[in-house]
């Protein structure tokens, strides 16, 4: 297929039928009586087809709200074991709430974008200390909580409630751009609007839950970003993208950002069979969670260099000398590709201990075992802990 544009600023693909119109709005607007179609054809899909996940199980509103926050930016596979474990550990709100922070982000090691369990955490507290420990049902009340915005609202109140509440996230985006025949940009506030009254549109009065959650399962196994599979959708033929042959088309592809290279510098430093760990603070990229004592170099600077060492040490509290490179790991955050040197070092001076505070501290690897590290952070330990802390 060939894609030109036209002169009413459509984009248009010449394919084997001719030139088909890729709109900046939708192409489609349906009728009552193709809804009604839609919703039976994809009930009877969805009961046939539907993976058995552990928070479909429940209509626990902690339960899908834990399921939820979870599965942000996060494969469900990944998510499940994190999941159980997670409520094995905290199994009501008003546990999560009362718990210290280093256990639910210990609980969340590994899962990644952990200011998600901070705002977590901090919502659990909301809701005790403002609805006695009950979710709250009324949309106003449930937006309002850290970390829940209006998809994630929608998720929950649907499925928890059977309020007849919308979602739009990035499976069901995709869907209902198909659906809808809609090339322009999901992202535009057009978009938006277009998107969100599509389904808003899909649900009906009573089972908004289940629709939306068939929804979501039609989007993550069915309808694919490339290559969806068609012939097993039950919306096929529904679709007006598909009857177009448009589905690589539409939506629109994201443009990526690129990725920025950075070097970082990890140190573990030893005194006494003790290691010096550091507390994240708020606003840092693992605000919560503990690290040995990391340093961004620029490029081509050298770990011996006596600036470096001036540097570190300064900032440390302490003079130090860096030993051996004990490992060497590359590793991507966000849109951060990092390189990332982790070395043995040593205080020098038996006058300077390096300082101990709330945010910075000196552990004994069993000590450690328990805290909640950064992915690089447990790596480095588990190394030590095989070296047995040498």
């Given amino acids: 297929m060939i894609v030109a544009s036209t002169s009413d600023g459509w984009q248009a693909v010449t394919g084997k039928n001719g030139r088909i119109p890729v709109t900046q709005t939708a192409a489609t607007d349906h009728d009552a009586t193709w809804l009604r179609s839609a919703r039976s054809r994809l009930l009877r899909w969805y009961r046939a087809h539907a993976r058995d996940l552990p928070w479909r199980r429940t209509r626990d509103p902690y339960h899908v709200w834990l399921s939820e926050i979870m599965l942000q930016q996060t494969q469900v596979a990944t998510v499940i074991p994190y999941f159980e474990r997670f409520l094995a550990a905290l199994p009501t709100i008003t546990a999560l709430a009362a718990a210290p922070e280093e256990q639910v982000l210990r609980l969340w090691e590994g899962l990644g974008y952990y200011r998600r369990a901070r705002q977590l955490h901090s919502a659990a507290k909301h809701v005790v200390e403002q609805h006695g420990g009950r979710f709250p049902i009324a949309f106003e009340a449930v937006i309002d909580l850290p970390g829940i915005g209006r998809y994630t609202a929608g998720a929950i109140l649907s499925i928890a409630f059977d309020v007849p ?51 979501m399962e039609l989007g993550s196994q069915v309808c694919l970003p ?146 909640p590290l950064n992915t690089t952070g447990r790596k480095l330990y588990r190394l030590l802990a095989e070296r047995g802390g040498r």
Avoid: M
């Avoid at 609007?193 to 289940?210: I, V």
């Avoid at 290691?275 to 170099?297: C, H, I, Q, T, V």
């Avoid at 260099?305 to 860096?322: K, M, R, V, W």
């Fill in 165 to 215: 509440a919308p979602i739009l996230e990035a499976n069901t985006v995709r869907l209902y751009s198909r659906l809808w025949r809609f090339g322009g940009d999901p992202t535009s506030r057009a978009g938006q609007t277009l998107l969100w009254g599509a389904a808003e549109a899909l649900l009906p009065r009573r089972g908004a839950g289940e629709i939306n959650q068939a929804l």
């Fill in 226 to 371: 490339r290559g969806p599979l068609c012939a097993e959708c039950p919306l096929a033929a529904l679709c007006p993208t598909r009857a177009a042959g448009l589905q690589d088309q539409i939506p629109r592809a994201k443009s990526k950002p690129r990725a920025t290279r950075v070097r970082h510098l990890l140190l573990a430093v030893v005194r006494r069979n003790q290691f010096l760990l550091r507390k994240g603070r708020d606003g840092d990229r693992w605000a919560g969670l503990w690290d040995f004592p990391r340093f961004e170099l620029e490029d081509g600077q050298p770990v011996t260099s006596a600036t470096l060492l001036n540097a570190i040490s300064g900032d440390l509290g302490a003079p130090i000398a860096i030993g051996e490179q004990l490992a060497s790991w590359r590793h991507t955050v966000t849109r951060y590709r990092i390189e990332l040197d982790c070395h043995a070092a040593h205080i020098t001076s038996r006058e300077h201990c390096g300082p101990a505070s709330h945010e910075q501290r000196w552990f004994t690897l069993e000590e450690i075992a328990e805290l």
